[in-house]
T-cell receptor, first 112, second 115 residues
Framework: SQQGEEDPQALSIQEGENATMNCSYK?????LQWYRQNSGRGLVHLIL?????REKHSGRLRVTLDTSKKSSSLLITASRAADTASYFC????????????FGQGTTLQVKP | GAVVSQHPSRVICKSGTSVKIECRSL??????MFWYRQFPKQSLMLMAT?????????EQGVEKDKFLINHASLTLSTLTVTSAHPEDSSFYIC???????????FGPGTRLTVT
């Protein structure tokens, strides 16, 4: 099954800086979603971008999607210590099955 | 927003015993629920798709006789880890797909520790 790859695997920045995480996937998709997970906790849905969209914003989050390169990026602007978490992309493949395939994740540490 | 609950949130069991984990959609109906497993410092791996009123569909490499799934109603799916071993220790997360909107919502996860 497809398994997305994310880079970097780990990212450490200072509060106030921007954080960019990238995700690549292997097959056609209906949409791509980004999730946040605090250590040992459940997933928090951040944003969904459909295959016919190229960019989407939500607050301090900006997501881009390039279906020709099968890649997406998540930008968090003006990061805060509370943004420290793991971030995962997940793709919902064609066929509308609802099955999500998750990327490996990026662990973000924002230092106060 | 829609809520999915999991019970228990944490469970410790002895090797060889079976453990049942419940996944409930609290304010919507779901014909389809999904079960994921997450090992420490790793990503979520889809284990199976739970279908209300029919057999679950398992991903390659997941033993259906070891991970029994029952989707008895439109709001409840259960995952039973049979004859648990220490290597089954993991974080198990379910998600439920709203029958009407097809939006998917995740439960808070269940931490299973097998001693």
């Amino acid at each position: 099954s497809q398994q997305g790859e994310e880079d970097p695997q780990a990212l450490s920045i200072q509060e106030g800086e921007n954080a960019t995480m990238n995700c690549s996937y292997k097959t056609s998709i209906n949409n791509l979603q980004w999730y946040r997970q605090n250590s040992g906790r459940g997933l928090v849905h951040l944003i969904l971008i459909r295959s016919n969209e190229r960019e989407k914003h939500s607050g301090r989050l900006r997501v881009t999607l390039d279906t020709s390169k099968k890649s997406s990026s998540l930008l968090i602007t003006a990061s805060r210590a509370a943004d420290t978490a793991s971030y995962f992309c997940a793709t919902d493949g064609s066929g509308n099955t609802g099955k999500l395939i998750f990327g490996q994740g990026t662990t973000l540490q924002v230092k106060p | 927003g829609a809520v999915v609950s999991q019970h228990p949130s944490r469970v410790i069991c002895k090797s060889g015993t079976s453990v049942k984990i419940e996944c409930r959609s609290l304010d919507f109906q779901a014909t389809t629920m999904f079960w994921y497993r997450q090992f420490p410092k790793q990503s979520l791996m889809l284990m199976a798709t739970s279908n209300e009123g029919s057999k679950a569909t398992y991903e390659q490499g997941v033993e259906k006789d070891k991970f029994l799934i029952n989707h008895a109603s439109l709001t409840l799916s259960t995952l039973t880890v049979t004859s648990a071993h220490p290597e089954d220790s993991s974080f198990y997360i379910c998600s439920a797909r709203d029958l009407r909107t097809h939006e998917q919502y995740f439960g808070p996860g269940t931490r299973l520790t097998v001693t």
